[in-house]
């Protein structure tokens, strides 16, 4: 049997255009920047130019591996992998239940303007930079003017050395993501609900459904889908973290490394300190162990749920 010889029409054409940009994009800041890797293995000095600077540095230690030995034999790398793990976890746990009630609630509501202004005011946060969010949180938090130790002042307390006290800060950064993420999280949730088709509703009406179970057994399964791809990308960059949460918005307080110093603050300070071998050793960690981790996530949804995997 012979097999149709495959054209090149007009629309592939105008798809490979529409495609270029992105492509070419891709090509200049994915592809190319992973030649970068190979600063991981080495012990960069500056010599020159970049390009020759990298490949005349001699390998790290003479294996390559000086730089990734010198990263796990880190005194606190216990302490950073501990903070990134802990806060992430309880990140993609809050990241996916409140949006989701959040959107469950907001769809509820019959004012279509209520609706508009909820979205908005949820959302606006997702918008604002950590410079800012950092300025605000310092203007609530400062010791001398600090609007919440005027509070504590005026009711007969002592003010509180805020970027000194390490307990505080986890509920509080975890305040700060959940704040600034809550309205994107919601809008995605809410537009899965929209696009659903309306006569599962309808015949749940006629069989006399109520509004919880409208929502428990039509709503919910049908935004699964959406939850799992939201859950595996969020696992899949399980050892990032924010730098301008962990950085900018406790001051870069000392007092509270404990508490604040992740995998991303950790990199930034290697690049600050001219170890950049370093640096790129732990983001390529970073990278790879990102990469394993949704694939293993994947892998595990696709045991329980083959439908609902994205690969």
Request: charged share 15%; net charge positive; proline share 3%.
């Amino acid at each position: 049997m012979k097999r149709k010889k495959s054209r090149w029409t007009k629309d592939d054409t105008e798809l490979a255009l529409l495609a270029l940009p992105t492509t070419v994009w891709y090509i200049l800041f994915s592809f190319l920047p992973m030649f970068g890797i190979i600063i991981a293995f080495k012990d960069f000095r500056i010599k020159g130019g970049f390009l020759s600077s990298i490949v005349n540095s001699s390998w790290a230690g003479g294996n390559g591996l000086k730089n990734f030995e010198s990263l796990f034999n880190f005194g606190d790398i216990g302490i950073i992998i501990r903070n990134t793990l802990l806060y992430n976890i309880v990140f993609i746990i809050l990241g996916i239940v409140i949006p989701v009630i959040l959107a469950l609630m907001i769809y509820q509501l019959h004012s279509r303007k209520a609706t508009k202004v909820y979205q908005t005011a949820l959302f606006m946060p997702y918008f604002l930079s950590y410079v800012v969010v950092a300025a605000v949180v310092f203007g609530f938090l400062s010791y001398d003017k600090g609007l919440l130790n005027s509070f504590v002042e005026q009711a007969g307390g002592e003010r509180i050395q805020w970027y000194m006290q390490p307990s505080y800060w986890p509920y509080l950064l975890t305040f700060m993501n959940l704040w600034k993420s809550l309205g994107y999280g919601m809008v995605v949730y809410l537009a899965s609900i929209v696009g659903m088709d309306g006569t599962y509703y309808e015949a749940a009406v006629i069989d006399g459904a109520s509004k919880w179970n409208q929502m428990r057994y039509i709503t919910l399964p049908l935004m699964k889908p959406v939850i799992i791809i939201m859950f595996i990308l969020n696992v899949g960059r399980i050892f990032y973290s924010d730098f301008g949460l962990f950085y900018q918005v406790p001051q870069a307080s000392n007092s509270l490394f404990d508490v604040t110093y992740t995998i991303d603050v950790y990199v930034y300070s290697m690049m600050k300190s001219g170890t950049t071998g370093m640096a790129s050793a732990a983001a390529f960690v970073q990278s790879a162990v990102g990469c394993l981790t949704i694939l293993a996530a994947n892998a595990i949804v696709k045991k329980i749920d083959k439908d609902s995997a994205m690969i």
